[in-house]
């Protein structure tokens, strides 16, 4: 089938990597288009696809109960290079799945190199594609190029949405003062290639905490100026914008206790910081929830002032950089093109998704929806009872007003789902949890429907 024309995918991030694979899955060529590193960007460090500039951390694994990990496991169904990657360099992180960030990106650069159907062109696309491509991905993420950003902008119309995106700072794990830190996962639960001792925690009594909010409030940051106004993602909030909320926030936040117990007290803390597992040697950490706008050195003293971390050295700060999306529910049709120009689909971030994971889904979406079109077939969504489905619906005409100047991007979540046909039973927290199962239960039986017979074959 090689005489099929290629489709192009612009942008070799997780939603371009995954469309990729998922159109060569179907031996349909592709031509894949990465600027790094002849062009870099604020928040990548490497030039490898499929980069992680933020956590490691694919969230919950959890089928039955969360929502992300029922995404988890209907990507692996739709055979996802992401999930296959991601799972092969798994490090301990609770009940989340997080991986060895370098491992991951490596394997998932070796599997698009080593594909014949799959060239990589290195270069930066600094306008629309020509319509001599014929089918086009745009899968640019929240970093797009300013020059392409422009170009989009100018055939869409609509004036540029953004928010902010905040990075949180990873230590050396040797650096850590376990005098005082200790390692244990919340309520003890044991994941993916955990025992229910994952991650490291450093407690904080009153008084500690108090002096860290101020010190937190006082610290200098950086500032934006025309950007100031643009709205932070709200899963993804700077620790010092959760501050300026209230003492209380982070306390309630990333910082809550529940669940852990300090071994040199036997008591539960007032509040803890936890650092999970960034690379599979299990020197570094991340600390989890520490987004932060920060400048460097106000970075580095505030965080010292955490019991545990006095001594703590970085192998990177945080920082902040500016994500950009489209008006996806207005400017998109059901299969994630471009109205104005149906040879044109974007995929990933730029549509109005956030996270890992989520970026990836719509990615693979993007990628079968292309890869069928290439051959002459219809493509064909997913139902919205299954995650996948949700997230398209979400991006693609789920919002009330159709997007109309309040469409924002969103985590998979069982809000986005259909409601069952029949109560789930149970009272209280209980019924919120049947309630779960029932709708993960219902979109995996659904996702088979969907699925393509050549894969329940080879699943089979």
């Not at 914008?241 to 669940?259: D, I, Q, S, W, Y």
């Not at 619906?393 to 046909?421: A, C, I, R």
Request: hydrophobic fraction near 40%.
């Amino acid at each position: 089938m090689t005489h099929v024309k290629p489709i192009h995918i612009i942008g070799g991030g997780l939603a371009g990597s995954e469309a990729a694979w998922q159109i060569s899955r179907a031996g349909v060529p592709v031509v894949l288009h990465e600027m790094r590193p002849l062009r870099k960007t604020d928040a990548h460090q490497t030039d490898g696809l499929a980069e992680l500039v933020c956590s490691n951390s694919f969230r919950s694994d959890d089928w039955e109960f969360n929502a992300v990990g029922l995404i988890h496991a209907e990507m692996r169904r739709a055979g996802s290079l992401i999930m296959a990657c991601a799972d092969a360099h798994k490090v301990p992180a609770g009940s989340a799945l997080a991986v060895d960030r370098d491992g991951f990106s490596e394997a998932v650069t070796h599997a698009l190199s080593q594909e014949p159907l799959i060239t990589i062109v290195r270069e930066e696309v600094t306008d629309l594609p020509p319509e001599s491509w014929g089918s086009t991905i745009i899968a640019t993420g929240p970093l797009t190029s300013d020059l392409l950003a422009q170009a989009v902008q100018s055939v869409t119309g609509e004036d540029e949405l953004a928010f902010f995106d905040a990075i949180a700072p990873i230590v050396h794990r040797e650096s850590i003062n376990f005098e005082i830190a200790w390692f244990q996962s919340r309520w003890d639960k044991v994941g993916p290639e955990g025992d229910g001792a994952d991650y490291i925690n450093c407690p904080m009594n009153k008084e500690e905490y108090e002096a860290f909010i101020d010190a937190l409030l006082a610290g200098e940051k950086t500032s934006f100026k025309e950007w100031e106004s643009t709205p932070y993602f709200e899963g993804c909030l700077p620790i010092e914008v959760m501050a300026e909320r209230g003492r209380e926030t982070l306390r309630f936040g990333p910082m809550k206790p529940v669940g852990l117990v300090d071994p040199r007290t036997g008591k539960r803390p007032w509040a803890v910081v936890q650092l999970r597992q960034d690379n599979a040697l299990g020197t570094l950490f991340n600390m989890v929830g520490f987004q932060t706008k920060l400048k460097h050195g106000a970075q580095t003293d505030v965080i010292r002032l955490i019991p545990g971390l006095e001594q703590a050295q970085f192998a990177r700060l945080g920082g902040i950089h500016r994500n950009t999306f489209l008006n996806s529910p207005k400017l998109l049709d059901g299969s994630l093109r471009l109205k104005s120009r149906p040879d044109i689909r974007f995929a990933g971030q730029i549509t109005g998704c956030e996270g890992y994971v989520e970026s990836a889904a719509i990615g693979l979406l993007a990628g079968r929806f292309a890869r069928a079109e290439r051959l002459g077939r219809t493509p064909n969504l997913p139902p919205i009872t299954t995650a996948l489905g949700a997230l398209l619906n979400h991006v693609t005409g789920g919002h009330v007003d159709g997007g109309k100047g309040s469409f924002q991007p969103m985590n998979v979540n069982f809000g986005l789902f259909p409601e069952l046909s029949e109560d789930a039973g149970g009272k209280g927290k209980e019924r919120g949890r049947l309630r779960k199962k029932a709708l993960a239960v219902r979109a995996l039986s659904d996702l088979e429907t969907w699925l393509e017979p050549e894969e329940k074959e080879q699943a089979a």
